[in-house]
């Protein structure tokens, strides 16, 4: 009798587990609702090259953007918000290069798949290649990479650039304006190829 308790009382404990473990819901498929960027947990960075061989690395403080249930992404970056370390700098970029009273914000806008992401579970990741649309300074333009996106929470997503993205300024239009800034700044050279890498994570 005393063993048929002890089992009976085991069965009972065990299909209380079971009962406590499927009440607890999964996390929602990665593209189920909205997700918004958290600037606070993301950077955009570039690099300049001057003089042949001097590099240095700049970004940007402004930056907003969303992902739609249908794998729609946006990013916009403030030009005002240029952070080169250097307040001299940030002005001629601001007014020089960019012109941000007529080109306020550069934009991203891709196309993602969302069969592909709506089994990432919390901690794992995928890499994947991505066409992103850019406009900046008037000019629109497509840009292939590939970026890591991992799945860091139930609720947040982390999307990595996998290698630096190359801009020619010239493609934008921003080559007179580099060739101001290097008369400004006296150097024989300013490279017109930037690098720029990101890490953006967004939020639901």
């Not at 307040?87 to 601001?94: A, V």
């Amino acid at each position: 009798m005393y063993q048929s308790h002890h089992s009976l009382r085991l069965i009972t404990a065990a299909s209380l587990l079971a009962l406590g473990a499927c009440s607890q819901p999964a996390p929602a498929p990665l593209v189920e609702g909205s997700w918004t960027l958290d600037s606070t947990a993301s950077d955009l960075s570039f690099v300049t090259v001057k003089a042949g061989n001097v590099g240095e690395a700049h970004g940007f403080k402004g930056l907003s953007g969303s992902v739609t249930p249908e794998g729609l992404a946006t990013l916009a970056v403030d030009l005002a918000t240029v952070d080169t370390g250097v307040d001299i700098r940030d002005e001629r970029m601001r007014d020089v290069l960019f012109e941000v009273g007529t080109h306020p914000q550069a934009k991203v806008s891709a196309q993602l798949d969302p069969a592909s992401l709506s089994a990432l579970a919390v901690g794992e990741s995928k890499t994947m290649p991505v066409k992103a649309t850019l406009d900046l300074h008037g000019t629109s333009s497509e840009i292939e990479t590939q970026l890591d996106v991992v799945r860091t929470g139930a609720d947040t997503v982390l999307v990595i650039t996998t290698r630096p993205i190359i801009l020619d300024a010239t493609a934008f239009g921003l080559g007179e304006g580099v060739e101001k800034l290097r008369n400004l700044a006296q150097l024989p050279a300013i490279s017109t190829a930037v690098p720029v890498t990101f890490r953006l994570t967004y939020s639901r």
